[in-house]
């Protein structure tokens, strides 16, 4: 009888271990964090060798005077369709109180495009955060389920 109930306890351990599982990237980070993308996968080559397809990496939330000429920062990419982009920022430009960067991928010859004012890639609005951690390789994971529910919808 005692071993029935000890069963029933580890289920229960189990069941709330993958409830916060569950929760934490949707709530806990993204309030930690301070961004409403707190994990990403990176999908393509252009931050290589820092960054390799596969990677996930952690986003930290930050205001405009954190973000530093060679930081890696996450962005809604206007340039892209608002798409989300990892790159880093080579250039930071201050236009009439507002902070502009222009961001290169490591790989690529060229910066981004400069949409604002023909000097920035991003403006602060545009950016997530700035790349705190990398985790070499879980990301495939995501990427394979991606692929998967795409071939087989």
């Known amino acids: 009888m005692q071993s029935k109930a000890r069963g029933h306890v580890e289920l229960l351990y189990l069941v709330v271990l993958a409830a916060i599982a569950a929760v934490a990237p949707r709530v806990i980070l993204p309030m930690t964090l301070k961004t409403d993308v707190p994990l990403a996968v990176i999908e393509s080559g252009s931050m290589e060798p820092t960054l390799h397809v596969g990677d996930l990496v952690i986003i930290r939330g930050v ?89 087989n919808p």
Do not use: C, M
């Not at 430009?93 to 910066?111: C, E, M, Q, S, W």
């Not at 004012?117 to 950016?127: F, K, P, R």
């Open 63 to 151: 205001s405009p005077g954190e973000v530093k000429q060679d930081d890696i920062i996450v962005f809604r990419a206007r340039f892209l369709g608002g798409s989300l982009t990892v790159h880093r920022v080579i250039r930071i430009i201050h236009l009439d109180n507002v902070t502009l960067y222009r961001t290169k991928g490591d790989a690529n010859f060229l910066p981004d495009p400069a949409v604002y004012s023909g000097l920035g890639s991003v403006s602060e609005d545009d950016v997530v955060g700035k790349v705190i951690v990398r985790i070499p390789l879980i990301g495939y994971i995501t990427l394979g389920f991606t692929k998967l529910l795409i071939r």
